[in-house]
């Protein structure tokens, strides 16, 4: 019985998959509508307005690819990569590269309240102030986007592949990678206003002036304007106040940053809500999710821009390949910081496709024997890596969760490379644009035709991200299933409702013995009552 409903629900949705094989490419444009970048940044999607354009093929890969991957159960995408577009002779334009750290030297962080000072260090945000670099390279930063794969999460090189690890971001950043997930309920516009009067002190009236009507955002220059000042005051009210906005704004700056360059949604002021909290997330697991997906986009042939903290992709890029780009090292770095800040902050000079060009022939080229597999041995000291480094499974971000599989690239672990196990796709990869998909479901999807094996796929998912010890890399489920019924298609509550049965969830046959208790509950007080 239930086979059969799970089949015919594929049907179902294979019928719907296909009538909508046959639309123009617009998988990154709608799933940056599912990311709320619409509203305020409409002028800045003018470097993407030929996206729909670039490719009229279906998006799926069906067979054997040119000059590409010949298996098609791994690269499903491949099709609208960048990487397809070159190889049929279209060029791409550099990226637009959106990076706001120099907006973090426009809020001192010089102030005489004892309260903030000790709220703000107590985060761990505010190194990225000296780890983040002012200009991003754009050349560099483009050509290493061609080689990546969001199926993977890893770059494609022609010796394997690599990817940035949890163990990158703690040495290059020195943020946390174990600590409580960054994950907030968003609240809808009138709920985010009032956490705004709420935890930023200001007027109702101020609030619904400064608070989006699409997407609950907040400008940053307003954070800035605002509360730089009232940092100084000798109370620890406002001092409180003030190092919540300076925080959301650090977020908006380096982590968290969008297309639109000057905003970020104020549902980031839930997390800074307890004061004793403060420093206890695992932002540098929550920022390596969020820039897995921004480059999993930027790959697409039809994006021409990209945002995220491309301090940690350059400095990755710096530790382990040292013949590209790498800059001379900084002379004022000390042994304990992050590493990032070993190299120095330069000008990078024009910014051309022939440059794009250079950097990619170097890469064609490389051999394993050119790669830096661990840097980070000197920081180990002989001592063996964080248990956290080996976790596999998906991180998470505030409305982004993506996986994380480090045996695809275990030379960068001093191990032997194996056949990897088979990885997670995400929903958005395989051709479902709705933007109401979740999540959660968009993460645990394995590319199959089978129903029982996608089943099987998302029960491991589930069991691994309940099952690990480091909380920082769970997924919280109270509450998930009745919003994957609300908002999936017809086959995931089939899905889920079975993978939350097989992990001894209270659902068909719980609440069936439930059902059954209570009825002979009340059959044995109808005969009392009879007697």
């Not at 239930?2 to 709608?30: G, I, P």
């Not at 000072?117 to 483009?142: D, E, F, I, M």
């Not at 999710?289 to 021409?304: E, I, M, N, P, T």
């Not at 990619?360 to 000197?378: G, I, S």
């Amino acid at each position: 019985m239930a086979s059969a409903r799970r089949q015919s629900a594929l049907e179902r949705w294979q019928a719907e998959h296909d009538a909508e094989e046959q639309r123009k490419n617009q998988m990154n444009l709608n799933y940056e509508k599912t990311r709320g970048n619409e509203g305020d940044d409409n002028a800045h999607e003018e470097g993407d307005k030929n996206a729909n354009n670039e490719d009229d093929a279906e998006e799926i890969l069906r067979g054997p690819f040119p000059g590409g991957p010949t298996d098609t159960s791994v690269l499903r995408s491949f099709k609208t990569h960048v990487a397809a577009a070159i190889w049929r002779g279209k060029e791409r334009d550099v990226l637009k590269c959106h990076s706001q750290t120099t907006k973090l030297l426009r809020w001192s962080a010089a102030c005489n309240s004892e309260t903030w000072k000790l709220l703000v260090k107590s985060s761990g945000l505010l190194r990225l102030r000296k780890v983040a670099y002012r200009a991003p390279n754009r050349n560099l930063t483009s050509a290493f986007v061609e080689q990546w794969h969001p199926e993977t999460n890893s770059f494609h090189l022609p010796f394997g592949e690599m990817t940035i690890t949890l163990e990158d971001v703690k040495c290059l950043t020195g943020l946390s990678i174990e600590d409580r997930p960054v994950e907030f309920v968003g609240e809808d516009v009138a709920g985010g206003r009032h956490m705004v009067r709420r935890l930023l002190g200001v007027s109702a009236e101020k609030a619904v002036q400064e608070v989006s009507d699409r997407g609950q955002y907040v400008k940053l220059r307003w954070l800035q304007s605002r509360f730089s000042e009232l940092a100084s005051k000798d109370n620890d009210r406002d001092a409180v106040y003030a190092a919540r906005a300076f925080l959301v704004y650090i977020l908006g700056c380096t982590l968290f940053t969008d297309k639109t360059g000057d905003r970020i949604s104020c549902n980031y002021l839930r997390l800074f809500e307890d004061i004793e909290e403060f420093g206890s997330y695992a932002w540098g697991a929550a920022g390596l999710a969020f820039l897995y997906r921004q480059l999993g986009v930027a790959s697409h042939v039809g994006c021409r821009q990209i945002a995220s903290f491309l301090t940690l992709l350059e400095a990755w890029i710096y530790e382990h390949f040292p013949t590209l780009g790498r800059p001379q090292q900084n002379v004022d770095y000390r042994a304990g910081q992050p590493y990032a800040m070993k190299w120095a902050q330069q000008a990078h000079g024009a910014v051309s496709e022939e440059l794009v060009k250079a950097y990619r022939a170097q890469l064609d080229t490389l051999r394993a024997e050119d790669v830096v597999w661990d840097p980070y041995v000197r920081l180990r000291d002989g001592g063996e890596r964080p248990e956290v480094t080996f976790y596999e499974g998906c991180i998470t971000a505030p409305d982004i969760i993506e996986t994380y599989l480090p045996d695809w690239v275990l030379r960068q672990y001093r191990r032997v490379q194996t056949i990897p196990h088979p990885h997670y796709t995400p929903l958005w990869l395989e051709g479902a644009r709705s933007p109401d998909s979740t999540a959660l479901f968009e993460a645990c999807l394995l590319h199959s035709s089978s129903s029982g094996r996608v089943i099987d796929c998302l029960q491991i998912a589930l069991e691994e991200s309940l099952t690990q010890l480091r909380p920082a890399l769970m997924i919280t489920f109270s509450g998930i299933m009745p919003s994957l019924i609300r908002k999936c298609r017809v086959i995931s509550q089939l899905l889920v409702e079975e993978a939350f049965e097989a992990l001894h969830f209270r659902t068909g046959h719980e609440q069936g013995e439930a059902s059954s208790r209570h009825e002979q509950g009340e059959s044995s007080s109808r005969r009392r009552r009879r007697e």
